[in-house]
């Protein structure tokens, strides 16, 4: 018996003293403090919110998320729930099941998706061109953009996605899924 506690102290000590982690992913400092807990779940939260289908219930984004989530609210005709995939890093993703409608979005730091390629300087075209009612759709936008936007909110009518480039500067524009067209655009730029 002396023995295993023995050799259990002694693990324990090389944990603390080290920084080593008992748990697979965890860092720790040399004082054995965690210094960030490892991601959560199948995906991160780029990966998620595109194999959450619209259609999916409770169960289904469950078992694409490999945890649950935490009921947020509940109404009547409504429930939203929140899966934290990362407390550090504040990324998460959260589903609202409605009576007639889900709205899936995620939240993230934007330092994961700035991008040097994305150039903001036809934005006032982009602005002069939706207030003249001109169809632009996401591949426009994309285009003038010079780079991919990321997927950060899709609902049964809209799908949202947002540009950072390397100063941190964002655009975030919703386009209608019916008509594929742009129908909001805003920012800090």
């Given at each position: ?114 991008n040097p390629k994305v150039d903001f300087s036809k934005y006032e075209e ?64």
């Open positions: 018996m002396k023995k295993i506690l023995g050799i259990i102290s002694m693990a324990l000590v090389l944990v603390l003293v080290t920084g080593c982690s008992l748990i697979p992913g965890q860092k720790t400092n040399a004082n054995g403090n965690v210094l960030e807990k490892p991601a959560k779940g199948n995906c991160n939260v780029f990966e998620c919110i595109k194999k959450i289908n619209l259609t999916d219930d409770l169960d289904k984004v469950t078992k694409v998320m490999g945890f649950e989530g935490n009921l947020l609210n509940e109404g009547s005709t409504y429930k939203t729930y929140k899966w934290v995939i990362n407390h550090d890093k504040n990324e998460a993703v959260q589903v609202a099941f409605n009576a007639n409608s889900t709205v899936i979005s995620i939240t993230f730091s934007d330092e994961d998706i700035k982009i602005k002069t061109a939706l207030n003249n009612k001109e169809k632009l759709t996401y591949n426009d936008i994309k285009t003038k953009f010079k780079a991919d936007g990321t997927l950060i909110e899709k609902s049964t009518l809209s799908t949202r996605y947002r540009w950072v480039n390397e100063n941190g500067r964002y655009i975030n524009a919703t386009f209608s899924n019916s008509t594929g067209a742009c129908t909001m655009i805003m920012g800090r730029i």
